[in-house]
């Protein structure tokens, strides 16, 4: 723990490459030490005011230019604002560990949309030859398959969310997340993954937040993304996808998609990802869902990765 | 067209196909269409859908938690975009757990419920579920029955609760909204004056020739070859296709005498106010 300035307690930590400051403790991060004036971003526990006339809204959430405002009932109420400042204002007593859920997804997704990233439905691990991203919708596997490659000694950049940064070369890159994974039940007992770091997300829900040790210190220019496709086949295949496709489907699995466009970043946001498709390799993998295959999907990605 | 649609229906009623013939109708002037991408509202109940409303994740809630935003989302969905706000469900019309309506007469200009008779819905629906034909009806006879309701894992959709099927029929025959009833039998056997019907009391204007397109291009039977050609997205990934016979009256043949007494006997209120002989 550092001071800052006016001798608040500030903690210093660290995700997606950013420095972080914060008022309100996460213990979840990664814990880091810097000059108070170099944070890229401050978290504050303070009072949040409703955005005035929002440009998008959903039931929980409102955004116009450069603002965002999550409500979660009973929870906590956040703003995020200029991709640099996100205010926490708690709604009920002993509700830091739930807030911080909404911290970590949200709220910070939409912090990374105003920095301009590219922010995926996706979870992601580090490879050889770069990092590859699993992308999908809910249940389709993709914490499951980076679980999977954790425990095969491969280091997992993100889980559910990854951002990835354009860099003023051209390129993109992965920077690590937060050292957080997020497991179903019937997961953590096909993987043995150890119960005693697993706490469930929510009473009676059935995901369970994790800590995830592989989190490596430094990113990885992405070396291909797949979206995965649930299928019956045994197989498991791979289909590169045409550049209309890729850019597609990359526009339709950003995270929180809405968020960017409320926020005024639809046009540069599609440009960023024409890029990103112009860059990066994209394929589709059809899989048989289910635990039981999972050995052999990651087999054959690794193949392939390796084999490339 | 101000205010949604809900076409609801048991599963493996013919929801699709009757989305099919609409997307035909309303935006194709009868010619054929893509099953992959028709251009009306996604299942309500896809947690992509839900999550992007709530802006949060609804696998990280508990699900009491995210019904209770769902009365909002479904009166919301009059602001979208779409020039046909139809949307699919096979949940069941009910009230939440905090007393809410989860189809909010807010927002909703009326509900076309889709009607089977259950006794072909059990065939189809063992396919689909990848159980017998007893495990489908025993779902189908399920007081208070939710799919994909498992409570250690996760799925793309968001726990449905459809109910058994005759709890279903009588949620949407008593919910307080303006109302249609379209028979699957019908839509085969008389299609014209089912889906002119469909279309008066969705209050679009009929155009015979295309209306005759539009039935022509959207048979069970070219929606089944567009599903071995192409495959279609909203079929359950577990399973190898979604169109299987769409023939009315194939539980003559595929269902054991006391299969088809199971299913009377729990239905025969309903199955004698749609019609179904037995």
Redesign the interface.
């Known amino acids: 723990m550092l001071c800052d300035q006016n001798s608040t307690i500030m903690q210093h930590n660290l995700a997606y490459d950013l420095k972080i400051k914060s008022a309100i403790d996460l213990p979840e991060l990664r814990s880091c030490f810097f000059e108070p004036s170099e944070a890229d971003v401050i978290i504050s526990e303070r009072a949040v005011e409703t955005i005035i006339a929002p440009t998008e809204t959903g039931v929980a959430w409102r955004a116009k230019e450069g603002q965002f405002e999550l409500y979660v009932k009973d929870v906590a109420r956040f703003a995020v604002s200029g991709g640099n400042r996100i205010d926490v204002d708690y709604l009920a007593p002993g509700k830091e560990r739930e807030a911080r859920i909404f911290l970590f997804g949200s709220a910070f997704a939409a912090l990374l949309h105003q920095r301009r990233y590219s922010v995926m439905h996706a979870s992601s691990v580090l490879t050889s030859k770069g990092s590859i991203l699993f992308c999908g919708l809910s249940g389709d596997g993709k914490s499951t398959l980076a679980a999977g490659f954790a425990q095969r000694g491969y280091s997992v950049l993100a889980d559910d969310v990854t951002a990835l940064k354009y860099m003023d070369d051209g390129t993109f890159w992965t920077p690590p997340a937060f050292p957080l994974s997020r497991l179903c039940g019937d997961v953590i007992e096909a993987l043995k993954w150890p119960v005693s770091s697993c706490q469930p997300m929510a009473l009676e829900g059935p995901k369970f937040e994790t800590f995830q040790p592989t989190l490596p210190e430094e990113g990885a220019q992405p070396y291909c993304i797949v979206f995965l496709k649930p299928c019956v086949d045994e197989q498991v295949k791979f289909r590169k996808l045409s550049p209309i496709e890729a850019v597609e489907s990359l526009v339709k699995r950003t995270y929180r998609y809405r968020f960017a466009v409320g926020m005024g970043f639809r046009e540069s946001h599609y440009k960023q990802t024409i890029e990103l498709a112009k860059t990066v390799s994209i394929f589709e993998v059809s899989r048989p869902i289910g635990i039981k295959h999972l050995n052999a999907s990651i087999e054959r990605i690794i193949e392939f990765v390796e084999g490339d | 067209m101000k205010g949604v649609y809900w076409l609801a229906s048991y599963p493996k009623s013919g929801n699709t196909w009757v989305r099919a013939f609409l997307a035909s109708y309303l935006f194709r002037m009868g010619q054929g269409v893509d099953i992959n991408a028709l251009p009306f509202g996604p299942l309500i109940s896809?947690?992509?859908f839900i999550?992007?409303?709530?802006?949060?994740?609804?696998?990280?809630?508990?699900?009491?938690?995210v019904d209770?935003?769902r009365p909002?989302?479904h009166s919301?969905l009059v602001e979208s975009d779409l020039e046909y706000p139809i949307y699919k469900t096979h949940e069941r019309y009910r009230l939440t757990c905090d007393g809410r309506a989860i189809f909010p007469k807010e927002g909703t200009r009326g509900v076309v419920l889709v009607v089977r008779d259950p006794r072909d819905i059990a065939h189809s629906l063992a396919n689909h579920l990848q159980t017998s034909i007893e495990g489908a009806i025993e779902v189908m006879n399920t007081s208070s029955f939710v799919l994909d309701g498992?409570?250690?894992?996760?799925?793309?959709?968001f726990p449905e609760e459809t109910g058994s099927w005759t709890e279903h029929a009588n949620s949407w025959l008593s919910a307080p909204l303006r109302r249609h009833i379209i028979r699957y039998e019908d839509m085969i056997l008389d299609p014209i004056e089912a889906f002119s019907s469909l279309l008066d009391f969705l209050e679009c204007p009929l155009q015979p020739s295309v209306l005759k397109g539009a039935i022509e291009n959207t048979q069970f039977e070219m929606l089944k070859r567009q599903e071995a050609s192409k495959g279609f997205n909203g079929k359950n990934?577990?399973?190898?296709n979604f169109f299987k016979s769409g023939e009315a009256g194939v539980w003559n043949t595929q269902l054991t005498p006391s299969q088809v007494a199971r299913l009377v006997l729990k239905n025969r209120k309903n199955l004698s106010h749609f019609g179904y002989c037995f």
């Open positions: 896809q947690r992509e999550d992007d409303w709530l802006g949060m994740e609804s696998a990280d809630m508990p699900d009491e938690e209770r935003y909002e989302i919301r498992r409570s250690d894992s996760v799925f793309g959709k990934p577990n399973v190898r």
